[in-house]
């Protein structure tokens, strides 16, 4: 029954943590369209207002006329619009995702003996979460003291962005000398993920708080609560697309698994943001196609480079035999694939099962390199390629 709860409870968390990330990243990379669509508004009434840009669209059977004050509106409206619930709601249920599947489960998902030796599960937990913390002590820092020019305004997001990268790949390289290859990309994308609703909870919306009290105080709104929450919306729309991938990845174990698992998470993030730039840069009305070849160059890269190796010649001339098959499943996966409680109801425990999921078994085992899951049952690299053998008829 616990197993049972527990795979509901797993995918309720999953189904809400997907819902709340549509709404963010829609409403996000909505507004940084807007921001970028803007024009100068041509009316003088719009000038007098105070407006600094407008867009005229249509959708939906209607069209649409957002503006967009600097500071603040001359009057400030009774009823505003927030955007804020999207971005706790997604980190909320992701960390509660995380905790059922993770911390809960430290000893089997984020300890593997083979990368480090924890003298117990709980240290693992808590290294995890100290990777969340860590990454938003050293952007925050990075962002109150590199990204200002010297008369103090905002703005050197160049080296800003340049800290966090090298962070970054540091980050990933430690996470994947501590964790097990799933868990180290799981980490490095909740690392990201928390520095953006961070962002969005102390700063962005304080600011806008800020602003709306000063007005209400019949004071003269500060413009720089504005710019800071416009230079932290930035930095979070160049981050998604990173923790995006990271997250992604948990489902292809041909990555989490390789031996240099953390330089190929880098490069996919890596693309990741050129993706983006391409999109930001051509919301401002510029091609950048430099970015588009580069996120393809780093892609085709990491294809090229990760291709399984097939051996010519020799023993891999000898066809693997159904027995030979047999006993490597009933050594490497009968754990948790047999009888009736088996896993996902996949069952391997008879030649019939071991013949109906042959092509699964290749590609969880062979080309994912999935499961096992962390490798629990330590299957070697000559097994492995045994079964692909097998599964290939060769």
Same mark, same amino acid.
């Given at each position: 029954m616990d197993i049972y709860l527990l795979d509901w409870a797993n995918l309720l968390l999953r189904w809400l943590h997907v819902i709340t990330v549509i709404a963010w990243i829609g409403a996000s990379f909505y507004f940084v369209w807007l921001d970028n669509h803007l024009q100068p508004p041509s009316g003088a009434d719009l000038q007098?207002?105070?407006?600094? &840009?407008?867009?005229?669209?249509?959708?939906?059977?209607?069209?649409?006329? $957002?503006?967009?004050?600097?500071?603040? $509106?001359?009057?400030? $409206?009774?009823? +505003?619009?927030?955007?804020?619930?999207?971005?706790?709601w997604t980190w909320m249920s992701g960390f509660a995702l995380f905790t059922v599947l993770y911390l809960f489960n430290a000893g089997q998902m984020l300890v593997? $003996?083979?990368?480090?030796?924890?003298?117990?599960?709980?240290?693992?937990?808590?290294?995890?979460?100290?990777?969340?913390?860590? *990454?938003?002590?050293?952007?925050?820092?990075?962002?109150?003291? +590199?990204?200002?020019?010297?008369? &103090?305004?905002?703005?050197?997001?160049?080296?800003?962005?340049?800290?966090?990268?090298?962070?970054?790949? *540091?980050?990933?390289?430690?996470?994947?000398? +501590?964790?097990?290859?799933?868990?180290?990309?799981?980490?490095?994308?909740?690392?990201?993920?928390?520095?953006?609703?961070a962002n969005v909870a102390h700063w962005i919306i304080p600011g806008q708080r800020k602003v709306i009290a000063q007005m209400r105080a019949g004071q003269k709104a500060d413009p720089i609560h504005g710019q800071r929450g416009k230079q932290r919306s930035v930095h979070n729309t160049y981050f998604t697309l990173p923790v995006l991938i990271a997250m992604l990845s948990n489902h292809y174990g041909q990555l989490y698994q390789h031996p240099h698992n953390w330089l190929v998470l880098c490069v996919l993030m890596a693309a990741g943001v050129a993706i983006r730039v391409f999109f930001v840069k051509r919301h401002k009305g510029v091609n950048s196609w430099g970015a588009v070849l580069l996120a393809l160059a780093l892609l085709a890269g990491l294809v090229v480079a990760m291709a399984p190796r097939v051996p010519a010649g020799g023993a891999a001339a000898v066809p693997v035999t159904q027995a030979q098959a047999e006993a490597i499943v009933q050594q490497r996966c009968l754990a948790c694939h047999a009888g009736e409680a088996a896993q996902k109801g996949v069952r391997l425990d008879s030649a019939e099962g071991l013949a109906s999921h042959r092509a699964a078994l290749y590609q969880q085992v062979v080309v994912q390199r999935a499961m096992p899951l962390n490798n629990a049952t330590a299957i070697t690299e000559d097994e492995r390629a045994l079964l692909g053998r097998w599964a290939l008829g060769r």
């Open positions: 007098a207002k105070g407006v600094s &840009g407008e867009l005229w669209a249509v959708h939906g059977g209607g069209f649409y006329n $957002p503006q967009k004050y600097m500071v603040a $509106p001359g009057d400030l $409206p009774e009823k +505003l619009h927030w955007f804020y619930w999207e971005s706790y593997d $003996p083979r990368v480090h030796a924890w003298g117990a599960p709980w240290q693992a937990a808590l290294a995890a979460l100290g990777f969340l913390v860590a *990454g938003w002590l050293v952007y925050d820092l990075a962002c109150r003291h +590199l990204g200002r020019t010297a008369d &103090g305004q905002i703005g050197h997001d160049g080296r800003v962005m340049a800290v966090v990268a090298v962070f970054v790949v *540091g980050a990933a390289w430690f996470a994947a000398q +501590l964790f097990p290859g799933r868990a180290a990309f799981l980490i490095v994308g909740a690392m990201l993920a928390t520095l953006m609703t």
